[in-house]
């Protein structure tokens, strides 16, 4: 046999450690994306450039009562060490990027600020990162993507490239976002995060990985925000990634699960906003 090659169960001679690797992307993949393929990941890496953003002053009061019904927590390695008990068996997708805050002119100049080894000492089911596609720090930041790639291949852990635009939210149109999630795609990127927007089946096509929808700012009230998530599963989204629009709103669990029905239990939007506004009322979900 040839060295280091390993016999599987089925007898069958395994030579590349990749091969053996490839078992563990794929865990990791059904680990956020539940058996039916979609996933609500609850995002709570805010903190990372907007610092104690409202309602996110105190991390473990806010994650820790939608802990039960999110399926991954996108964060960052400071609120998980300090504030979220490993008791949880929750798949984690862990926040690499960074390095410039709410403060700064331009959100664009990130770097990689987490080593690959400690991603894997925290164990990490996928490693998320922001590109900004069209700013001074498109190259930079592509870049930064593709050495987090090559890393991520040889331990198995899946990357989520964030197609972020900063503070020019007005960017989030087809064109735009099309141009991002595909290129975040031919990086080599296993999942895409991105915004909903006009035409979002035309984003959903041209991008051969899955594609999670971010929430964006708080809309005004639940029912838009129910809304976009309803339209982008509805056009091919294999879920939300969603935050602000859970936990700013004054009743986060009603928010969330009504978000589950629409993900995993193909919800009318009616459908959803009814559990919604049961919840809000008092009902236990
Ligand atoms: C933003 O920079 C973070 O990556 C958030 O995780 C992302 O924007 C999703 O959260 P929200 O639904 O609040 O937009």
């Not at 053996?20 to 890496?45: C, P, Y």
């Not at 064109?175 to 895409?192: D, F, K, Q, W």
């Not at 009743?251 to 239990?265: D, G, K, L, T």
Request: with cysteine; aromatic share 6%; charged share 25%.
């Amino acid at each position: 046999m040839t060295p280091g090659a390993n016999r599987n169960c089925a007898g069958v001679v395994s030579v590349h450690k990749e091969e053996a690797m490839d078992w563990g992307m794929k865990n990791r993949m059904q680990r956020i994306f539940k058996e039916d393929g979609k996933t609500v990941m609850l995002a709570v890496d805010h903190g990372y450039f907007l610092g104690p953003v409202s309602r996110l002053e105190e991390p473990r009061k806010t994650i820790e009562p939608l802990i039960p019904y999110a399926d991954s927590l996108m964060l960052t390695r400071g609120v998980l060490r300090n504030c979220i008990d490993p008791k949880y068996n929750i798949p984690l997708v862990l926040r690499v990027s960074g390095g410039n805050s709410i403060m700064s002119k331009d959100l664009s100049n990130e770097g990689i600020t987490v080593s690959f080894e400690d991603a894997i000492r925290l164990n990490v089911a996928a490693v998320a990162l922001s590109i900004y596609i069209g700013t001074d720090h498109e190259h930079q930041t592509l870049i930064n993507l593709t050495k987090l790639i090559d890393e991520s291949q040889k331990y198995g852990i899946p990357v989520l490239a964030v197609t972020a635009v900063g503070k020019e939210l007005e960017k989030r149109d087809t064109r735009y976002l099309s141009l991002s999630c595909r290129i975040a795609a031919e990086l080599g990127a296993h999942i895409v995060k991105t915004y909903y927007c006009e035409d979002f089946e035309k984003v959903i096509k041209s991008c051969p990985v899955p594609i999670v929808i971010a929430g964006g700012p708080k809309l005004k009230n639940e029912l838009d925000a129910l809304k976009m998530a309803y339209e982008a599963v509805a056009q091919g989204a294999k879920g939300v990634d969603m935050g602000r629009n859970i936990w700013q709103s004054r009743w986060p669990v009603a928010m969330i699960s009504a978000i589950r029905s629409i993900v995993h239990e193909k919800a009318s939007l009616k459908k959803a906003n009814n559990l919604f506004n049961s919840l809000k009322n008092g009902a236990h979900p």
